[in-house]
């Protein structure tokens, strides 16, 4: 038969005699009481950005959706099945998470994908091609800007594409709400995998930077559109 | 301004202090090469399920999407926004990773969700009612046995629909094709957030069973329908 | 002449020099005083889950019933020869016992045959048949379940038949008596011959857990239908 | 809520941790592979004279029924619950067992209540004592033996019964042929709770005896009526 891959079954027994034992209490009362997580992640299912792994969260704080580049589709009630919408119906109509935060995160094949005007289909069903067509008018105009290198493209619309998601997130009746009554608030994050660097976005203008830069930054900022 | 959540930033300095320190070379690699994981995982969007805490995985080694209850569709190349099924298609298509893992768990919500017959939409566009749709016919079946517990229901479904997911990704055509030509295999696992234990399914049979059980199990199976 | 079987005359020999050479004086205290057991045990016929072994239990503790599966039939007072029930009454009202365990197993070839509908009787008297009517409305209901392997419908029919027996236990007025006036607990148990564990019934929501999972998991519990 | 009873529970902490850890491979094998026990025992319910105790036998090797006073009633194919029947066919058509040994011992109970003129019901439905009434010609034919002490009489009847149940067992057509084509033997047996001595009952004389002396009383004996 086959046989369950052996690294994971590996890496579930260090789980269970390391984390697991010391956090055996706190695993016991979320499975009786429920989960009450405070943030939910909208984050890329790259496999070198788990969000639990970079903001070093345990079991119980994160609800998390991944899809490929992390991104919000606008709200449409048309009673198709909507992975992503609904996570963030579950999250904050069921959970009454406070944050969501729009992880984004650079060398994103996705957003690298978009990026290709010769990208060719990954399979006739092209489930990819127009998954990403969610960011084509902004990878498009990205993409004509033959001033910037391809690197600066890459960067450019990875973060084009956090805000477009934020807007996106506004497109739900609930979360505006929530939001103006100051009981939902909507973050941007972008993670470099190379350094180890997070940027997370300055909510006034929608600019990235680290950590330690935005609080001086907040001063003299504008509005983002 | 808004802030960025005080948690998540405390977080991360634990990350670039900790994890990142010590794996720098490695994410610097990983940026370098790109990602070549070998495992994509279907896993929950569940705070208590994160699937690279419960592998002990470290970064570039799972590709993992989350949606809620950590499901697949059926292929349908509709040309609509599919989530779920544009990060199948990039993971295997692109990524040519060996191994798919649906990683379902103990009280999951949406779960709990598909078998409430009284459930009220959680706002009007019910993306969740919709999502749950995709085990609609099985939560029918599973409710109506009253016989069995709330419980034993629950834990029946979150189990039933971890097959389905699976027989779902044998409608994806390459998914099909690679896995009878070996170069792709389909596993299920659930895990019981309030024991810690990990449960993995007989990929003959269907059952769940501790890994430490599964071998022994193996000679007397049959094949699932 | 035909000899009584060898294994059992040298088994009986290990008794006597071992265990009954320890015990002397209970036993002889035991013949003397009559016997005093807590409990009635209605366990299986089956070999591999003799309760005495299961529960460590020394001569003069449990009072045991062992028929196919585990059952005991609703109240009927009929005048016709009921064993199990003849042993329910003897233990209750002769021995003024306190506990009732229903003590399940897995993979019980009688539950396995309730749940096969190609069953031939296996002779023209079909006992068998006969006497697993007693779970055949259980057992259609969950053979109709075609989502659920055969592995996890014979768990689950080997669940609901102990909550059935229990059900049924309350059919007799002395024990539903007792039991009101907090004189005779009953209990549900079910014993995995695989690996050993014990699954003992939350007497609130007939759900089966593991001991150490019991006393954690009744804080939001409801009582079972 | 209600707990399940400690003493059992510390016993099954004992047996997981000492003949279950010991005997695990044993159980696992007999888990996948089926049991196959060599003997069916009738035994009672009595909580002083567990056969596996007894006949020191670990799991997989006795196929027990027990029921008050280890009685066999007559081959009664009229389509009623047949709890003793019903393992008798089991163990004989299903699980092709070599031997039955109907297993009695002293100061039973339900003997005791057979030869009590005075007994009450214990309740309304008088289950034991119609269950008795199996032995019941028997039973008044040594009370009116005067002669008698009546710790004799019932040593009598406790041998009357197993010979009666040996006799019930030949009634039932499959068991009558796998005798006589030596495929299936019937044995009987005493167990002296005081001493702890086991009887063993001469086939050819229906004579109980030790097995020490069961040898060379073979050699002047007739077959029993």
Redesign the interface.
């Known amino acids: 038969?086959?046989q369950?891959?052996e690294?994971?079954?590996n890496?579930?027994n260090?789980?269970?005699s390391?984390?697991?034992a010391d956090e055996?209490d706190r695993?016991?009362t979320?499975?009786?009481?429920?989960?009450s997580?405070?943030?939910l992640v909208v984050a890329c299912?790259?496999?070198?950005?788990?969000p639990?792994?970079?903001?070093?969260?345990g079991?119980?704080?994160?609800?998390?959706?991944?899809?490929?580049a992390n991104?919000v589709?606008p709200?449409e009630?048309d009673?198709?099945?909507?992975?992503?919408?609904?996570?963030?119906?579950?999250?904050v109509?069921?959970?009454k998470i406070a944050?969501i935060?729009i992880m984004g995160h650079?060398?994103c094949?996705?957003i690298k994908a978009a990026l290709d005007p010769n990208m060719e289909p990954?399979?006739?069903?092209?489930?990819?091609g127009?998954?990403?067509s969610?960011v084509r008018p902004a990878a498009d105009q990205i993409q004509s800007n033959d001033l910037m290198t391809q690197g600066e493209r890459q960067t450019a619309l990875e973060r084009v594409s956090i805000r477009n998601s934020i807007s996106n997130l506004r497109t739900?009746?609930?979360v505006k709400a929530l939001e103006e009554q100051g009981k939902l608030?909507l973050?941007g994050?972008w993670f470099d995998?190379?350094?180890?660097e997070?940027w997370?976005m300055?909510?006034?203008t929608g600019d990235f930077m680290r950590?330690s830069d935005?609080a001086t930054a907040?001063a003299d900022?504008e509005p983002a559109a």
């Not at 990954?122 to 489930?127: A, K, R, T, V």
């Open positions: 038969m086959r369950f891959p690294r994971l079954l890496g579930y260090n789980f269970m390391g984390r697991y055996r695993y016991r979320l499975a009786e009481a429920g989960q997580p405070h943030t299912c790259d496999s070198r950005a788990a639990e792994t970079i903001f070093d969260c079991p119980g704080e994160l609800f998390v959706v991944r899809n490929v991104m589709p709200y009630p009673n198709q099945y909507h992975a992503t919408s609904a996570a963030i119906e579950f999250a109509q069921a959970l944050n935060v650079g060398r094949g996705g990954l399979s006739p069903g092209d489930f990819i127009k998954w990403m969610l739900f009746p609930y608030q973050h994050a995998i190379s350094t180890g997070l997370v300055d909510a006034m950590p935005l907040a900022s």
